[in-house]
């Protein structure tokens, strides 16, 4: 989908393939794809690494490499592990978490899970958490149903740069640019009243917030 179709400020995030550059922003999901991405030329900082039951293994072969998105307090333990065995000691690895807006099981940890994780991270010194993937349903979302989808992942951003001691880097509205595009091709009648609500968002990043505003 072209990004055109978004509202200014914001980035869509290619899933990594041929077609890919090295000044695009890419998800990947095997540990392959961000070695290729890295090859490629693409900065560590533009290759989100968001595979659902990473393992161990993925995680020591991409550090270093990408973003990790990690699901569970347990991929974070694994991130910060492996940063300290395989990286040059005082290292502080920059990664990011997936939230689940509905508590969904599987999907991500919950919003009100955050002050607990908040605690867990201190223990951790060797990593960073700079960014969420916000998880949601926005299948059949549009106009300013879909605008509130994009606010709702931005406030739940916003409340996580409140508990978390670092600031936010990124944050990305999952599925958000998909469902944009099913917007304008089958409600179009909508599409306006997304792109205002949308660009609002936008607005108020630029002003308070300086996250890199990502869509999947």
Aim: with cysteine; glycine share 10%; proline share 3%.
């Amino acid at each position: 989908m072209s990004s055109t179709i978004l509202p200014e400020g914001y980035r869509q995030l290619k899933l990594w393939g041929g077609n890919c550059s090295a000044s695009d922003a890419v998800e990947a999901h095997f540990a392959g794809e961000v070695l290729a991405a890295n090859a490629l030329g693409i900065a560590a900082g533009d290759i989100y690494f968001t595979a659902k039951q990473k393992s161990v293994e993925d995680i020591r072969r991409v550090i270093g490499k990408c973003r990790i998105i990690a699901d569970s307090l347990e991929e974070l333990y694994w991130i910060d592990q492996a940063v300290q065995n395989h990286l040059r000691s005082g290292v502080l690895e920059p990664v990011g978490i997936r939230l689940a807006l509905d508590g969904q099981e599987g999907q991500g940890l919950a919003p009100c899970s955050l002050p607990t994780l908040s605690r867990e991270l201190r223990k951790l010194p060797a990593i960073s958490v700079r960014g969420c993937f916000v998880q949601g349903k926005a299948a059949g979302l549009h106009g300013e149903a879909l605008g509130q989808y994009f606010r709702d992942c931005y406030e739940a951003a916003k409340r996580m740069s409140a508990v978390f001691p670092c600031g936010i880097a990124f944050l990305c509205v999952t599925d958000g640019g998909e469902a944009a595009r099913r917007n304008a091709e089958d409600h179009p009648e909508t599409f306006t009243d997304f792109l205002r609500a949308a660009g609002i968002v936008a607005a108020q990043n630029q002003s308070a917030f300086y996250a890199k505003l990502l869509v999947t």
